[in-house]
């Protein structure tokens, strides 16, 4: 029968008190003691037989009256109240009482009884991790200093009972570990404990590095548990399944959310456990950013959806740099973990060059299916649609947006991406104009007897400021080559389309001016009541233009009437002798000039500049000093640079001047070309 082996009958010291207390070991070790114990340890052969450590088989061991440090109350075996301690015991009582600072003990107290197997386990049961550390840890050193000096079948059973219980701690102090995130804020007491007990048998690696050698090292295990936890967590399923993501999208929101919550727990509830050698929110970090890493590597080289490209960017450029590296609770931790990027600078460029290529594609399919449902409107015998007192056009507005939304995102990536986005759209733009200009050439050539010709064109015109504006904001130097030909392809379109507008009044209008002429000039005004009427019921159509289109358009028309009445002015060589004659027309083209300009005017045109075209020939004809006809034609001259010899002669000959005087106020037209005017 092999002899019980109690493991320690008082708790093991506090490391502060050692030093304090060293006279006191010494006296529990010296020369007086001896003796003693090697008597016990001689009658404790021959009253039990060598064994293994006590286990729960052994039931003699009565309750521990003088174990007052101990964390729970102790129960153990009945044991013979006779039984002294051997050697062993006598030295792990050294040990533990070194410590302790002591008043003369009592008769009593030398009696107290050792600590068992059975109550390590329960120590280890009740998750009390450190202080059952610091019993094996003691006996472990003891058994190996037996185990120096003999290896006999004893040490050999207590070694073998102290790596099981080794084990069984060990175990379960890395469950609390890798659990850690998890009961941080419920359970610290219990994750203060396994801490603590993970440091005690660090330092006493420091201390003997072959204290288990054939285990890693507990820093080795330490870190492997974090790195279980982390990958644990970061794989947990989704708590709220979100039916309108992508499987992708899921998977990393649910792990941004992870690592920047259990960071913070980590910061706020686990970091205080550890000392600061030991960069737990560091180690916590780099594993969760290792994890995310590696995940979104995984995503990266596998095909990828637009949405999913978009989000992997959007990813590693704005939501991990700025909603978890730069959380004001996670900041000053990550920061000084040094994550880095999610992937490297060239898989991230790659991602990007696929983003843009697959959003360019999208436009283009988006912008050909506008026209398309555009062009298909325009056959259909149906009047646009009015919007605000315009005809109105969806065209401009489709197009735009989805250029806008795409040119959006690629800023929100980053605002490089979103310069390259730009250039790519323009492009597009450009081309999807130039689209636009053929189908709508082919439409006018086609469907000029379509009922509402005239509004559609007019809704297409009203599309172009909304082209031309959206241009203008969205280039820069650089994209100088494609602004100028997105607006030469607008003004090309803008003119087919006014072109088209106008081409019926102007040819109507020419009809009637054909009216005014020698015979009925100083007679007739019905030619200007007769085309003022004409041109009337034609320009209401064009109150559904919006500016400045309307504006252009009534110019073009005023500026259209203003030259047509000088060309029949000056048609014929007629002279009008009589200075009557000469006023009277003077007064009739005044009139006709007044009724032209708030006509054009009132509906539309701001080309101020015609008003005093046709006042000035007037008064040139009016007058009959040839001094004062210079002066007006040098006026004249000066507001018109473009008026021609054959004008002022034209207008000169309704007066009978003698050539000298002609000669003289021709003179002004070269004194002006010589001149340097602004």
């Known amino acids: ?183 941080a804020s419920k359970e610290p007491e219990l994750l203060n404990n396994a801490v603590k007990a993970v440091i005690t048998w660090l330092e006493e690696e ?139 600078l060239e898989q991230v460029k790659q991602l990007e060059q696929t983003y843009l290529t697959d959003e360019v594609d999208f436009i283009r399919s988006c912008l050909e299916k506008c026209l398309k449902i555009e062009v298909k409107s325009w056959t259909q015998e149906a009047e646009p649609r009015i919007l605000d007192n315009y005809y109105h056009s969806e065209l401009s507005i489709d197009a735009i947006k989805a250029i806008s939304e795409v040119q959006k995102c690629a800023k929100n990536i980053t605002p490089e991406v979103g310069h390259q986005m730009s250039a790519l759209l323009l492009t597009e733009l450009l081309t999807f104009l130039q689209s636009y200009r053929r189908n709508l050439e082919k439409f006018i050539r086609d469907n000029q007897q379509n009922k509402y010709f005239e509004a559609i064109i007019i809704a297409n015109i009203n599309n172009f400021e909304n082209f031309r504006t959206h241009t203008e904001k969205n280039t820069d130097s650089a994209d100088s080559d494609v602004k100028t030909n997105i607006f030469s392809i607008l003004e090309d379109i803008q003119a087919t389309g006014f072109n088209v507008l106008l081409e019926p009044l102007f040819q109507e209008s020419k009809t009637l001016l054909r009216n005014f002429n020698e015979r009925r000039r100083a007679s007739c005004s019905d030619p200007m009541d007769e085309i003022i009427a004409c041109m009337d019921a034609r320009v209401r159509v064009f109150k559904m233009l919006k500016n400045p289109h309307r504006q252009v358009i009534m110019e073009r028309i005023h500026l259209f009437l203003v030259q047509k009445y000088i060309e029949r002015l000056m048609w014929r060589k007629t002279t009008l002798k009589s200075p009557e004659k000469q006023n009277q027309l003077s007064e009739l083209i005044r009139s006709h000039a007044s009724i032209l300009y708030t006509f054009c005017t009132e509906n539309g045109s701001n080309a101020t500049w015609l008003e005093s075209a046709l006042p000035s020939l007037a008064e040139i004809i009016r007058l009959q000093d040839p001094d004062a006809i210079k002066i007006e034609v040098c006026a004249l001259i000066s507001r018109y640079p473009d008026i021609k010899k054959k004008h002022l002669y034209a207008i000169l000959n309704i007066k009978p001047l003698s050539s000298a005087n002609i000669k003289s106020i021709m003179s002004m037209l070269k004194i002006h070309e010589d001149a340097t005017l602004p």
Not at 261 to 281: A, L, N, R, S
Request: glycine share 2%; with cysteine.
């Open 206 to 344: 420091e201390k003997e590095r072959s204290i288990h050698s054939h285990f890693k090292t507990w820093k080795e295990e330490w870190r492997d548990a974090i790195q279980k936890s982390v990958e644990e967590q970061m794989k947990a399923s989704p708590a709220v399944d979100n039916k309108n993501l992508s499987t992708i999208a899921s998977t990393f929101l649910q792990m941004g959310k992870t690592m920047k919550m259990d960071m913070i727990t980590v910061v706020q509830h686990i970091k205080h456990h550890y000392p600061e050698d030991f960069q737990v929110c560091n180690t916590y970090a780099k594993f969760y950013h290792r994890y995310f890493s590696s995940q979104m590597a995984m995503f990266a080289d596998s095909e990828l959806s637009k949405e999913d490209n978009y989000l992997l960017l959007n990813w590693v450029h704005n939501l991990y740099p700025q909603d978890i590296k730069n959380n004001s609770d996670l900041i000053k931790e990550l920061d000084e973990a040094s994550l880095g990027n999610l992937l490297p």
């Open 1 to 183: 029968m092999q002899k019980p082996r109690p493991f320690f009958n008082s708790s093991p010291p506090k490391p502060a008190e050692q030093t304090e207390n060293k006279k006191t070991a010494k006296a529990l070790t010296s020369s007086e003691s001896e003796p003693d114990s090697l008597s016990v340890e001689s009658s404790s052969e021959e009253a039990y037989p060598k064994n293994h450590m006590r286990t729960e088989n052994h039931k003699q061991t009565p309750p521990l009256e003088c174990f007052p440090q101990s964390p729970l109350e102790l129960t153990g075996t009945d044991y013979d109240k006779d039984k002294q301690k051997t050697g062993l015991i006598q030295k792990i009582f050294g040990l533990f009482d070194r410590g302790r600072k002591r008043k003369e003990k009592k008769p009593q107290e030398e009696n107290c009884q050792p600590i068992t197997v059975d109550q390590i386990k329960e120590l280890i049961k009740s998750q009390h991790f450190y202080e059952a550390s610091q019993y094996l840890i003691v006996m472990q050193k003891e058994s190996n200093n037996d185990l120096d000096s003999s290896n006999d079948e004893e040490t050999l059973g207590n070694l073998a009972e102290i790596e099981v219980l080794l084990k069984v701690l060990h175990e379960k102090v890395f469950n609390i570990i890798q659990s850690s995130v998890i009961i």
